[in-house]
Structures are given as structure tokens and as C-alpha cells.
């Protein structure tokens, strides 16, 4: 086949352009707001924002598979001093009755009341907002802590240990507040907080994974 000099032309104007464009597109990506650069957090209050913090739990059940929801809209308060990080505190709620999981089924059977005025299987219509209040703050590295605290929930108090791992912190563009971010993760078990329904067909052991987004006031 035989290229006459027009589309020698057009086809060496088509591969420079193939070879420029991702360098262009690299160049022209916006810069993400937030990196992990703990010089980047300040002194100072901070207060959950309800819609990136997220408490997900996990259960084994009856040793198929696990399944797993999500508690959201969860609000509190961040104390931090990047000078003195022992001495931060944390304080928030999680409203328990808006637990998400895949199936509504399910979730009715999470909230309904116990059959014939007995004890619910789990948590009851209108269940109190579970709380999480910090009581101590070790520091285990740059941007790793963990975190000891009370977790009051169903009802129950009892004390849990968070390990907590900075991610990020920058102004966020949609608000131009200074926000930094958490992930944290702990275990605890269920009938430690008198919901012991089908254990252990259900797992009493269940897995906590958290991720947190805190906006300076």
C-alpha cells in the first residue's frame, strides 16, 4: 500500500498527539486537597462531618460468609494539638436506628421490637445513638495512635481500644474548611452489650471499621 505525503503527514500528526495527550492530561489534573502531612493539621476543634464518617460493621454468619452494614450520619467533635497528640479527645454519636445494610428485611429484623413483649433479637424500634467518648491517646508512630475510650451502646458501657491512622489533611474545595481524616479499627463482641441473639451462629465477635472526616470550626 502506498502513502502519499498527505497521509504521512496526518498519520505523524495523529501519533504525536497519542504521545502528548496523557502528558497533558497529567499536567492539567487538578492537585487532590487532601495528603497525608501531619504539618498540614493545626490546633484547634473540629466537628464530624456526617456525611464521610462511617462505621461499618462485620459478623460472621452461620459460618457461610461474613455480611456487613454501615452506620452513618454520625456527628462529634475532635479535640487535637499537634504539639501534644496524647492529649487529643474524641466524642461522637452513632445513630444506631439509621443502620444501612443491603436488604430491608434485614434491617427490619435489626430494629423490631421483641415478638409477644420479649427482648428484641437486636437492637428494638428507636434505639439509642451508640457513643464513643476517648479516654486516653497513645501515639505508635508518625501517623498511627491508638485510641482507648468508652463505647456506650444498647445501653451497655464498655471500653474499647481503637487503632487509628491519619490520612489526610487540606482545605476541602467544596467548603474551604481545614479538614483532616481518620481510619480506625477495633473488635468487639455483641453480647458484651446484651445482644446475644443466635451466637455464635452468628458471630459474637464483630469486626468495626471506621473512617472519619473532621471539619476545623
Excluded: W
Aim: no cysteine.
Amino acid at each position: 500500500m502506498k502513502f502519499d505525503l498527505k497521509t504521512k503527514i496526518a498519520a505523524a500528526a495523529l501519533a504525536t498527539a497519542a504521545i502528548s495527550a496523557p502528558v497533558i492530561a497529567q499536567n492539567d489534573a487538578p492537585a487532590i486537597p487532601g495528603q497525608t502531612d501531619v504539618s498540614r493539621v493545626t490546633v484547634g476543634t473540629y466537628a464530624a462531618d456526617p456525611n464521610h464518617t462511617l462505621v461499618g460493621f462485620r459478623v460472621n454468619h452461620f459460618g457461610f460468609n461474613d455480611y456487613f452494614g454501615i452506620f452513618g450520619d454520625i456527628e462529634g467533635t475532635l479535640q487535637i494539638d499537634p504539639s501534644n497528640l496524647s492529649a487529643a479527645s474524641v466524642d461522637v454519636t452513632i445513630p444506631v436506628a439509621d443502620v444501612t445494610v443491603a436488604a430491608q428485611g434485614l434491617k427490619d429484623h435489626l430494629l423490631r421490637a421483641g415478638e409477644d413483649g420479649a427482648e428484641p433479637d437486636f437492637f428494638g424500634p428507636d434505639p439509642a445513638a451508640a457513643r464513643f467518648q476517648s479516654t486516653s491517646v497513645q501515639v505508635t508512630g508518625n501517623t498511627t495512635a491508638n485510641i482507648s475510650g468508652n463505647l456506650t451502646l444498647n445501653g451497655v458501657t464498655k471500653p474499647v481500644v481503637l487503632a487509628a491512622t491519619f490520612t489526610g489533611a487540606g482545605t476541602n474545595p467544596m467548603n474551604s474548611k481545614l479538614t483532616i481524616g481518620f481510619e480506625g479499627s477495633t473488635s468487639i463482641k455483641r453480647s458484651d452489650f446484651g445482644i446475644d441473639t443466635y451466637v455464635p451462629l452468628v458471630s459474637d465477635e464483630v469486626e468495626l471499621d471506621i473512617t472519619a472526616a473532621f471539619e476545623k470550626q
